[in-house]
């Protein structure tokens, strides 16, 4: 099936920029927030973003406006009726999840394939929410949607082949790489990063170095782009204790069992750059 209009539900840091990269493909994209404002606000930050494309050189004035134009904003659920491909990326939980999936399926026309863009919850679970589950799959992007080059197609047991093609054909018109696994918890990136993260606070922890310090040792060290600290308030910690319940859900494995100091900062609403607080202030410009 050839993808040409897609539905983005969630209009955070993921729904945001997963929208950017659909619509700079050339796909009609309907975004959904739960409010107008929002998903408005949504598409003002993109404007911004494609704004920088420009003045880099990479995109032209008339293709700003052009990808611009094939993004509308919405609260109405409905207006994904026709999509293709409706990518969920809201709030990772599955309750949440599981629910908005079976809503989607009463919506959206039989053809719809409909998508999860979740760290790490199980897929088989949304799909088994609708009347279509050889039609859902993960594609998971990373942060930020538009520069990383990586997506994971996720493949629950119920998926046809032909929506795992789809998925993956859909990837790679948006120019990204795209490799395919299995719905286990974390897939591939989540399952390796995730133990990594949760142990770099446990570091600090146990006063072995500063925060500063650790983040200079895994870029001087390892060639990281960034450290283990500035990655948790990039992906949000709200988000990573999420990603790292559910993977100590699935496998049981202590590396997973969140470290309590995240817990708390999390309750404290230091969740990172979307909140201004994290490990590192992002002070509002
Ligand atoms: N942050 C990352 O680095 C990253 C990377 C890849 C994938 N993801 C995944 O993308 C998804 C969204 O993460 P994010 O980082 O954009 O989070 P975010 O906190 O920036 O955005 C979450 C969105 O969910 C909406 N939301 C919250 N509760 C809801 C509800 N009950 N019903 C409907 N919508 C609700 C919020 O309004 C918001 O638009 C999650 O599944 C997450 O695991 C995140």
Redo the contacts with the bound molecule.
Sequence with gaps: MKVTKVGV?????????ITEVAALAGNEVILR???QA?AEG?LATIERSLGKRVDKGALSEEQRKETLARITPTSNLHDLAECDLVI??????LP??R??FSELDRICQDHTMLA??????PVIEMAMETGRPEKVCGI????P?PAMKLVEVVRPITAADETIETAKAFAEACGKTAVLVKDQAGFIVNALLFPYLNNAVRLLDQGVATMEDIDEAMKGGCGFPMGPFALLD???L???V??LDALYEEHRDPNYAAVPRLRRMVAAEL?GR?SGKGFYDYPRS
């Excluded at 969920?88 to 939980?93: A, F, P, Q």
């Excluded at 999860?116 to 919850?121: A, F, G």
């Excluded at 998971?140 to 942060?143: I, L, P, W």
């Design positions: 539900v969630g209009s955070g840091i993921m729904g945001g920029g927030s739960r409010e929002t949504t969920e990326s809201v709030v990772e939980d949440t999840k629910h908005l999860t863009n979740t760290s790490t919850l998971h992007f990373f942060n949607a990039l992906v949000g709200d988000t990573s999420a990603i969740w979307k």
